[in-house]
């Protein structure tokens, strides 16, 4: 390794706050980290590759803070209190201005759980950032996919389909851009539609709140119907939703007419709220949760015995529109 990347990691290392598990840190050749007695440890990874997770052109306080808060959701999925996480950065060369830019988002949403960086890996190659966090349940008591029950009522949280809406007006911007010559400055990106899918909020609170609620749970990173359908599956059982009452945002209902916006909610990615299921009788638990964290939680259907995810609106049956745009990557 180069001196170049012994000084990156040494800016990493200045600027990472510590937890009292942590029993050793970056620097070493692995962390030493005290799991507390009586928890699980819960472990998740993902990837995010550059002009494939994100647009090429966000800015790298958006590209840290999207790395962290991925994985983030899905601890959020499984119920769990974030802990730690490591961070293996590959960059085409040891970019110190990037490497700053970076940490300001991803540490400003580590500071926000009290997670800390405890190691890593730095190399050369494509831009690509690959997150692994660590974090606790009580034993026993994680939020699963498999877990669903025939007559639960189906909840997401949030808005859906605005960091999808945000990428498609990105899209409709570089690619008309790019191919008529018209200005960047000709289309329309909603600052709002963009933030979604830049800075996504992982619903940390929500899941440590659901973990006594909800029966099966999962994170809408997918699109809300796949990620139902892989909940279902899961489950063995299946979805009736009503497409009419998935939850929209004002900008995102400003932004496109009903038959675009409802295929952005039901099948659009990055969304990265929690879909999860409840006996009807928890209903009130339910609001009283919305209530407490000023969240919008919405009833969006019912888990059946028959396999897959039915949809509808009051019009009749459903189905996704085909997609009006050139596909990313
Ligand atoms: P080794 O050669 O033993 O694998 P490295 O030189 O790769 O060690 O890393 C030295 C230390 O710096 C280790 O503690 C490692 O976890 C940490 N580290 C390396 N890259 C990063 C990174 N991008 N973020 C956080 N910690 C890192
Ligand atoms: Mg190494």
Request: one cysteine or more; aromatic letters at 8%; charged letters at 15%.
């Given at each position: 390794m180069s001196t170049r990347e012994f000084e990156l990691i040494a800016r990493i290392r200045a600027r990472v706050a510590l937890r009292d598990d942590v029993v050793l840190g970056i620097g070493d050749d692995a962390a030493l980290l005290q799991v507390p007695a009586g928890q699980q440890l819960v472990v998740a990874m993902d990837t995010l590759n550059a002009g494939v997770h994100f647009p090429e052109d966000t800015a790298p306080a958006d590209i840290g803070?999207?790395?962290?808060?991925?994985?983030?959701?899905?601890?959020?999925?499984?119920?769990?209190?974030?802990?730690?996480?490591?961070?293996?950065?590959?960059?085409?060369?040891?970019?110190?201005?990037?490497?700053?830019?970076?940490?300001?988002?991803?540490?400003?949403?580590?500071?926000?759980?009290?997670?800390?960086?405890?190691?890593?890996?730095?190399?050369?190659?494509?831009?690509?950032?690959?997150?692994?966090?660590?974090?606790?349940?009580?034993?026993?008591?994680?939020?699963?996919?498999?877990?669903?029950?025939?007559?639960?009522?189906?909840?997401?949280?949030?808005?859906?389909?605005?960091?999808?809406?945000?990428?498609?007006?990105?899209r409709e911007r570089t690619v008309k851009g790019g191919q008529s010559g018209l200005s960047l400055a000709n289309g329309h990106s909603d600052p709002l539609l963009r933030a979604r899918l830049d800075r996504p909020t992982p619903r940390i609170v929500l899941g440590r709140a659901l973990q006594s609620i909800a029966h099966a749970c999962i994170d809408v990173s997918d699109g809300q119907l796949a990620d139902l359908g892989h909940l279902c599956k899961a489950s063995g059982v299946g979805a009736q939703v009503n497409i009419d009452a998935l939850p929209a945002s004002e900008a995102l209902c400003a932004a496109f007419d009903q038959q675009v916006r409802q295929r952005l909610q039901a099948t659009g990615g990055d969304d990265y709220e929690l879909c999860f299921t409840v006996a009807p009788d928890a209903r009130a638990a339910v609001d009283a949760v919305a209530r407490e964290m000023e969240l919008e939680l919405t009833r969006i259907g019912v888990i059946i015995a028959t396999p897959g995810v039915a949809t509808r609106t009051a019009e009749g049956a459903w189905s996704a529109p085909a997609a009006g745009w050139v596909h990313f990557g």
């Open positions: 803070w999207k790395a962290l808060a991925v994985n983030l959701s899905d601890l959020a999925a499984m119920g769990a209190q974030p802990a730690w996480c490591t961070l293996s950065l590959s960059m085409p060369e040891a970019d110190t201005a990037f490497v700053d830019g970076f940490l300001d988002g991803f540490l400003a949403l580590a500071s926000q759980h009290d997670v800390a960086l405890v190691g890593g890996d730095t190399t050369r190659g494509p831009l690509s950032i690959c997150v692994t966090v660590h974090g606790f349940v009580e034993a026993g008591t994680a939020l699963r996919r498999d877990a669903a029950r025939i007559g639960d009522d189906i909840w997401v949280s949030g808005t859906l389909g605005d960091a999808a809406g945000g990428l498609q007006q990105w």
